[in-house]
């Protein structure tokens, strides 16, 4: 795939975070694909790859200016198991359709096209795609910035997201593609890194001084970069860009773009976030905490329903006077974003993270306030007996000792 984006990364050491938008984002689309029920005037591969590429000729045009032709890759793909169903005339294609490069949000109208296009191709040959977990076909994106590459201040703050969010953003996919297959490690569990906790491995990530060495850490299989992880930073040598592998393979233009609208608020989120947040997050995962509605929205993350948690757990009162005065003490925490230590739109309440075991115990058993009353508690606890920052606890407390103040006043 051909996704030159200025320049693959280099090895130096630039720190720096030029600051990126959603207009400034590049993508490139992977799409595997397994074609079965052929016939003998359509068995050969290469012919698979002229009537797709025919089919997607209209969406070149319209993506084409003068003196810059644009085309889809349309090539084999040895990875895809097209011979599953059977020997003989059972046998499928394999087909992998990768996309030009896209600028901002071009994907949001040549991803549907592109869909459409492939499966109208297919059915005039009276063939059909077949998806199924054996087939084992993916959908991969890369992300890039256009005319530069990453710095190393950018590919860290991925690279820390990576092993803080991994677990939580598997929700997104099928269950068959949530496994460490060989070709979808967990970075978790890369030679460098496996057997730390969360926070040793945010640790030694912020240690790599060159992108060679980061790679090393967060792409190692045993002690070489591989790309065969969930999330492939080693793409910033090749092609600029940082790719997504983890998604099961699909031809739904809607799934396509939800997982698209996902990696990038992924990308943009980590690139914003202060260096300091990522070993606090890092602890509140080796804690077992689960994240709110803000960060998921934040990070492109599952929200807590889809989590297993209930929505509606640990969602303080909001403010009558529409004050938020601790929001106004406190330096901002992450750009943007309202303050962490509320919940959506300011309301008041410790909603950082909920712990997933006290949840999952006290849920159905009392009731939603008796819920958040415990729940504060043992956050409150487990933020002053594990000193986790002091103005975080302090805003925390604050919050509750105004809340408390409201209650009495409302119940008198």
Same mark, same amino acid.
């Given at each position: 795939?051909?996704?030159? &984006?200025?320049?693959?990364?280099? *090895? ?17 689309? !992977? ?5 079965? %029920? ?38 084999? *793909? ?11 005339? %059972? ?11 896209? +600028?901002?949000?071009?994907? #949001? ?21 077949? +998806? ?6 993916? /959908? ?6 256009? !005319?530069? $590459?990453?710095? /190393?201040? #950018?590919?860290? @703050? ?23 297959? *060989? ?7 890369? !030679? ?8 040793? =491995? &945010? ?13 090393? =850490? ?32 699909? &031809? ?5 773009? !939800?997982?698209?609208? %996902? ?7 980590? +690139?914003?976030?202060?260096?300091? @947040? ?45 004050? %938020? ?34 949840? @999952? ?11 958040? $009353? ?14 986790? @920052? ?9 919050? /509750?000792?105004? &809340? ?9």
């Amino acid at each position: 795939m051909s996704l030159s &984006i200025g320049g693959a990364s280099g *090895d130096g050491a630039d720190l720096s975070f030029p600051g990126v938008d959603h207009e400034e984002i590049t993508l490139g689309v !992977e799409l595997e694909l397994a074609i079965f %029920n052929l016939n003998d005037d359509n068995r050969d591969h290469s012919l698979w790859f002229s009537y797709i590429r025919g089919a997607l000729i209209d969406i070149e045009r319209k993506l084409s200016k003068p003196g810059n032709r644009v085309i889809f890759t349309v090539k084999d *793909d040895a990875s895809i198991n097209i011979w599953w169903k059977g020997p003989g005339s %059972n046998v499928g294609v394999a087909v992998e359709v990768a996309t030009p490069i896209l +600028l901002g949000d071009q994907f #949001e109208w040549v991803i549907p096209e592109m869909c459409t296009a492939i499966n109208d191709a297919v059915k005039r040959q009276g063939a059909t795609i077949d +998806l199924s977990p054996e087939s084992e076909c993916g /959908l991969h994106v890369h992300i890039g910035i256009q !005319e530069r $590459h990453y710095t /190393l201040g #950018e590919l860290k @703050r991925i690279a820390k997201a990576v092993v803080i969010f991994e677990d939580v953003m598997e929700i997104h996919h099928a269950a068959h593609r949530r496994a460490s297959a *060989d070709y979808i490690k967990s970075n978790r569990a890369a !030679e460098q890194l496996k057997g730390l906790s969360i926070v040793q =491995m &945010i640790e030694k990530l912020e240690s790599a001084t060159t992108s060679n060495g980061l790679l090393h =850490m967060i792409n190692s299989d045993p002690d070489h970069p591989d790309k065969h992880f969930k999330y492939n930073l080693t793409a910033t040598k090749k092609f600029g860009t940082v790719e997504f592998r983890q998604a099961e393979g699909s &031809i739904d233009a809607t799934k396509i773009l !939800e997982w698209i609208r %996902n990696v990038v608020t992924f990308i943009i989120g980590a +690139l914003y976030t202060p260096d300091e @947040r990522f070993p606090e997050f890092a602890y509140w995962v080796d804690q077992g905490f689960a994240w709110d509605e803000d960060i998921c929205a934040y990070y492109g993350l599952p929200p807590p329903d889809r989590q297993g948690l209930p929505a509606d757990i640990d969602q303080a009162p909001r403010s009558d006077d529409g004050s %938020n005065e601790e929001a106004e003490e406190s330096d901002d925490i992450l750009p943007d974003l309202a303050d962490l230590s509320f919940g959506s739109d300011g309301a008041e309440g410790p909603s950082v993270m909920r712990k997933r075991d006290t949840l @999952r115990e006290l849920k159905g058993k009392v009731s939603a306030k008796i819920h958040s $009353h415990h729940i504060r508690e043992r956050l409150t606890d487990k933020i002053h007996r594990k000193h986790v @920052r002091e103005r975080l606890a302090n805003r925390i407390k604050r919050t /509750l000792a105004k &809340i408390s103040k409201r209650r009495a006043a409302q119940s008198n």
